[in-house]
């Protein structure tokens, strides 16, 4: 019966792939996130950005 | 399993492979100049579409940067420079490359036009086209122009980092493009006089093979001069300012020394201090564009407190 046999070097370059995939698309999904909170919480009009916009009226007064 | 499949599985990449795809080394410069252009455009980006708008320009620069790889793999084999870049090594397949090329120039462009502006994202697939379609398909392998072609690619950055911005082109970023554009040809080709390069091998035609290092000094000198019209006149804009003059003018007229330093040099007073001016001027001129565009966001730093500008 084969032996299963130590972690080949094959293993570790994949795993490293798949490890920096994995980040690449969390970063991803947190970059979507932050411009969306940028670009639709900075709209006056908006609800996200209601709150943003007051808070700019008093910094300015 | 057969023979063919374990071959396979030895060839698989690690993530290292592919982010050497993107040509890491020269994302710094696309990544520093962007930046600067971003900072010192009139008007206000949020800090975070200001950052993501930077990394899409750094993604779309890599993007073009695997696309350059997926074609010239047949070159990047023949020269010692380049030979263990991941498709000449095995490592990645040219299609693979091709694919990763394509996949994110289409992201970049789309998340960049999606986080700014259209033009912007115009601007930055104009450049990935301009690359791998004129520069390294079409004019590298063609005319022993190459580099300044190829200099206009990496010149970009700071313009689709302006126009990330304020959504438009104008005069001061197009001199931030021609400081980059002029400043490629004296920084290569002294870099061409000094360092034995297997281009011939390659059938890539550089100055120095076709036309001789003679003429290589010639057109040293004369792009040094465009150089320094640029430099100045870009110091003469609403982002120049009195800090960056003073440091521009020294900065000028140190490489204009050096160039015609380099001019009035013959190949055997070359050989026999090896190189050394033209090793220095090539030095040099890594420092002079760093300080440049550092000067432009002195500037702008200084600008609230009123000391920035002309004004």
Redesign the interface.
């Known amino acids: 019966m084969t032996q299963i046999r130590a972690t080949h070097e ?1 293993h ?3 795993l ?2 798949n ?3 994995g980040i690449v698309l969390v970063a991803f999904v947190g ?1 979507v996130y ?2 969306t ?3 639709v919480g ?1 709209d006056p009009n908006d609800d996200l950005g209601a709150p943003w916009a007051q808070a700019q009226d008093k910094a300015a007064k | 399993m057969s023979d063919t499949t374990i071959l396979d599985q030895d060839r698989d990449a690690g993530f290292g492979d592919y982010f050497a795809l993107l040509k890491p080394r020269v994302m710094s410069l696309v990544v520093f100049t962007a930046f600067v252009g971003l900072l010192v455009a009139p008007g206000a980006i949020n800090p975070f579409v200001g950052l993501c708008a930077i990394l899409f320009i750094a993604v779309g620069g890599g993007a073009s940067g695997a696309l350059n790889m997926w074609w010239d793999a047949d070159i990047d084999a023949k020269m010692r420079r380049t030979v263990k870049r991941p498709i000449p090594a095995g490592k990645i397949e040219p299609g693979e490359a091709l694919g990763l090329g394509i996949a994110l120039t289409g992201f970049s462009v789309i998340m960049l036009f999606l986080a700014t502006n259209w033009v912007a994202g115009a601007l930055l697939a104009f450049t990935i086209f301009f690359y791998v379609v004129i520069y390294t398909m079409w004019l590298k392998r063609w005319t022993p122009q190459n580099i300044v072609i190829g200099g206009a690619a990496g010149a970009f950055p700071p313009m689709i980092g302006w126009a990330a911005v304020t959504g438009d082109i104008a005069l001061e970023s197009i001199l931030m493009f021609a400081l980059t554009f002029a400043w490629t040809p004296p920084h290569f080709w002294s870099l061409a006089l000094f360092v034995k390069s297997d281009y011939k091998d390659a059938d890539v035609p550089m100055l120095t093979v076709t036309h001789g290092r003679r003429v290589t000094r010639n057109h040293i000198l004369v792009y040094t001069f465009a150089l320094a019209a640029v430099a100045i006149g870009l110091g003469l804009t609403s982002i120049g300012g009195p800090a960056y003059m003073a440091v521009a003018v020294v900065m000028n007229l140190w490489f204009i020394k050096g160039a015609i330093d380099i001019w009035r040099r013959t190949d055997a007073d070359s050989e026999a201090d090896s190189h050394l001016v033209e090793r220095k001027f090539f030095k040099f001129s890594l420092l002079y564009l760093f300080v440049h565009f550092g000067m432009l966001l002195v500037e702008t730093s200084l600008t609230p407190f009123g000391l920035g500008g002309w004004s």
């Open positions: 094959i570790g370059r994949r490293s792939r490890i920096g995939l970059i932050g411009l909170i940028a670009k900075t």
